[in-house]
């Protein structure tokens, strides 16, 4: 479970001054790369030591006994977060075999420790159940946007802990700074991932928005295989046969500043 008292002694052990606490956290961020199958294993290792920092017991059952799944995060004493880390999928949707392997997971600790709650939880580009896909009952989905979200809380939080020799080992300090920053048990995947949705409509409307406005993770790196460059700086792809783009000579006076960034549906 999440205890206040175990995110400042983990704290101490790893880091021995601010900078490097602030170099630990940035580092654990740049781990989880979407898109990237060949770096799934990084972003597993991150999210287990994210966890571990903010205080959450935090552990990998698949990687330690060969089942399970991805993440375990006990959140409190009666509840826990089975997480499945997709970062590496190249899907506009869910597929049924990932659904369902978050579907084994629960059952997997159902199992193990039946008087225990499981919050399903998964990382996906997309929070779009695919049609032959049955969403996990209560699940939730950290989409890259809102992973961006949690890194400048992450941040945020670790910056205000490096601000004085050995703040963060304050235990009071580290509870008032996660409850501000809503990384607590009971908050962090409220604030932090939202519901899968079952219709395709619930998809980012990408008519007339520019590359620009499309948020960072999304436009750092290609997300989807198969897709071509939207904007020639801070580029933005698209699911070629999906989300068809447009050029358009009329925004060279817009953010975007060059013609390019639009998306229009087919």
Same mark, same amino acid.
């Given at each position: 479970?999440?205890?206040?008292?175990?995110?400042?002694?983990?704290?101490?052990?790893?880091?021995?001054?601010?900078?490097?606490?602030?170099?630990?956290?940035?580092?654990?961020?740049?781990?989880?790369?979407?898109?990237?199958?060949?770096?799934?294993?990084?972003?597993?290792?991150?999210?287990?030591?994210?966890?571990?920092?903010?205080?959450?017991?935090?552990?990998?059952?698949?990687?330690?006994?060969?089942?399970?799944?991805?993440?375990?995060?006990?959140?409190?004493?009666?509840?826990?977060?089975?997480?499945?880390?997709?970062?590496?999928?190249?899907?506009?949707?869910?597929?049924?075999?990932?659904?369902?392997?978050?579907?084994?997971?629960?059952?997997?600790?159902?199992?193990?420790?039946?008087?225990?709650? +499981? /919050?399903?939880?998964? %990382?996906?580009?997309?929070?779009? =159940?695919? @049609?032959? $896909?049955? !969403?996990?009952?209560?699940? #939730?989905?950290?989409?890259? +946007? /809102?992973?961006?979200? %949690?890194?400048?809380?992450?941040? =945020?939080? @670790?910056? $205000?802990? !490096?601000?004085?020799?050995? #703040?963060?080992?304050?235990?009071?300090?580290?509870?008032?700074?996660?409850?501000?920053?809503?990384?607590?048990?009971?908050?962090?995947?409220?604030?932090?991932?939202?519901?899968?949705?079952?219709?395709?409509?619930?998809?980012?409307?990408?008519?007339?928005?520019?590359?620009?406005?499309?948020?960072?993770?999304?436009?750092?790196?290609?997300?989807?295989?198969?897709?071509?460059?939207?904007?020639p700086r801070r580029a933005l792809w698209a699911v070629t046969g999906q989300w068809p783009l447009a050029r358009d000579p009329s925004l060279r006076s817009g953010r975007g500043g060059d013609g390019f960034g639009v998306l229009s549906?087919?």
């Amino acid at each position: 479970m999440q205890s206040p008292s175990d995110a400042p002694e983990y704290l101490a052990s790893q880091y021995h001054d601010g900078v490097s606490l602030r170099l630990g956290v940035q580092a654990l961020f740049e781990d989880v790369v979407w898109g990237e199958e060949e770096r799934s294993d990084d972003a597993e290792r991150a999210w287990q030591q994210l966890g571990l920092h903010l205080g959450f017991t935090s552990t990998r059952p698949e990687k330690q006994y060969g089942t399970g799944p991805d993440s375990l995060w006990a959140l409190s004493a009666g509840r826990q977060a089975v997480v499945e880390l997709k970062t590496g999928c190249t899907t506009h949707t869910i597929a049924k075999k990932d659904m369902d392997q978050l579907g084994g997971s629960v059952r997997w600790l159902n199992d193990h420790d039946p008087e225990v709650e +499981a /919050l399903p939880v998964m %990382l996906h580009p997309s929070r779009v =159940s695919d @049609a032959k $896909a049955t !969403a996990v009952p209560g699940m #939730r989905v950290v989409t890259p +946007a /809102l992973f961006e979200k %949690l890194k400048e809380a992450v941040t =945020s939080y @670790a910056t $205000a802990l !490096a601000g004085s020799p050995d #703040r963060w080992a304050d235990e009071q300090v580290v509870r008032e700074q996660l409850a501000h920053h809503k990384l607590t048990g009971d908050r962090f995947f409220t604030t932090y991932a939202e519901p899968v949705s079952s219709s395709p409509d619930h998809r980012p409307e990408t008519r007339g928005i520019l590359c620009q406005d499309w948020p960072a993770a999304y436009t750092s790196r290609p997300v989807w295989a198969g897709a071509r460059r939207c904007a020639p700086r801070r580029a933005l792809w698209a699911v070629t046969g999906q989300w068809p783009l447009a050029r358009d000579p009329s925004l060279r006076s817009g953010r975007g500043g060059d013609g390019f960034g639009v998306l229009s549906r087919a």
